[in-house]
C-alpha cells in the first residue's frame, strides 16, 4: 500500500529520513501515528525508528538530546521540531512481566517490528509513502480488528501492560479484539496484578476518555480483567451500570469527570482511598472527591451557594453534565447565576483575617477567633454580610454580645 497524501506531520519530517538514509542507514515511521495516517485520523507524535545505532544516530545530527539512550531513543532537534528516533531493537528476557531486561539494537526492521503489541501498531512507513506491513495489520484494519503480533499468549505473558492496551485500543479505534487475542488477554490478566498500577492507570484512563469507552468497558468486562486491578474485583455489575448509565453518544469530558463516574457507579465510600490504591496524585483525588460528593448532594437537593464555593463551577458543571447524560435534571443557569452572585469565590479575598482582628481590634488569637472567621465567610458566601470592613467588624461585635 502506498500513502500517496503523506499527512503534513510526516511531511516535515522527511528531511529526517532522508539524511539518515544519506548517511547509509535504514529510517523508518513506525507506530501509531502510522496506523492513525492510514485510517484519517489526527496525528500525534511521530516515531522514527532506524537501523543506526544510538552513537551513530548523534553523528548525523547537530542537535540532539539522550532521552532515553539505553533503550536505543535520542531526540533530535531539526526540522523546526522535535523527533524520538529510536533504534531497531529486541526485548528478549522479561522480567516482573513487564520490563525486557535488556534490549538488544539490531540492524533488521523485521526485528523490530516484531517486538510491537498489535498488528495495527506495527506498520511501518518509508519516505516514498509506501506501507511496510509484516503482519496483515493492513487487512486487520480494514476489519476493524485488534491482533497480537506473533503469539498472542506469549506477548501477553512477556508484557501484561499489553492487555490494558488491548483494552484501550478497543476504545480508541472502535475495534474488536480478535478472538484468540482475547482469549488470551482473558487468560493473561491475573498478571496485571504484577504491572505498575501507575501504568494501568494510564490506560484504564485513556480507556475511559475515548470516544468508544464503552466499547472499551465491554471488552475490559467480558474478560474479567476488572478482578485484577486496583479495587475493581467482583464489580462486574457495577461496571455494567457505569457503562449502561449514560446516553448513547456521552463521552467524558475530563479524567476526573470519568473517575468520579467510576467511582459513583461503584458505589465507593471514600473516594481518597479508593484513588490512592490507583497512585493518583491528591489533587487528582481531591478534585474526583469534589465532584462524587457534589454529584450525591445534587441527588437530593438544587445547587446552592455554599457548595459552589466550596467546590467551585467547573465541578457543578461536571456533575450537571453526567446528570444530563443520565436522564436527570439539570440546571446550568442556575450554576451560572450562583456563581456570578457569589461575592467571594475564596476566603483570601475576604478583607478582614485574623491579623487585622488582632491589630485592629485588639483580639487574641485562638479558636474562638478562628470560629468567628468561619462565620464571617459562610454569611459573606450565603449574601448576608457585605464583604467590607465596616460590615464585617459589625457583623463581629453583635457576634461577640452575643
Ligand atoms: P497512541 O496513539 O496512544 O500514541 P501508539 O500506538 O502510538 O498509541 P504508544 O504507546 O505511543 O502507542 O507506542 C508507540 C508504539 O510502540 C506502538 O504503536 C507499538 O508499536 C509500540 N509499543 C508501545 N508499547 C508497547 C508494548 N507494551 N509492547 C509492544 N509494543 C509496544
Ligand atoms: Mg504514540
Redesign the pocket.
Known sequence: MKLNNLPSEFQKALPILKKIRQAGYEAYF???????AILNRPI??V?IATSSYPEETKQIFNRTVDIGIEHGTVLVLEAGGEYEITTFRT?DVYVDYRRPQSVSFVRSLDED?K????T???FALDETGTVIDKFNGLDDLNKHLLRA?GVPSE?FN??A??IM?GF??AA?LDFTIETETFEAMKSHAPLLEKISVERSFIEFD?LLLAPFWKKGLSVLIDSGAYDYLPNLADSYGKLQSLRDCFSKDFCFASSEQAWAALLLALDVKDPKEFLKKWKTSSQFQKDVSAIVAFYRYRLKHEADKPLIYKFGKECAYLVEGLRQAQGLSVNFERIEQLDQELTIHDKHEIVVNGGVLIKELGMKPGPKMGKLLKGVEEAIVLGDLANNKADIFNYIKEMMNV
Open positions: 513506525v507506530g501509531g501515528s502510522v496506523r492513525d500525534h507524535d516515531d526485548e517490528l517486538r510491537r503489541d498489535f495495527v501498531n506495527a503480533v506477548r512477556e508484557d501492560l499489553r492496551r484501550r485500543f480508541t485513556k
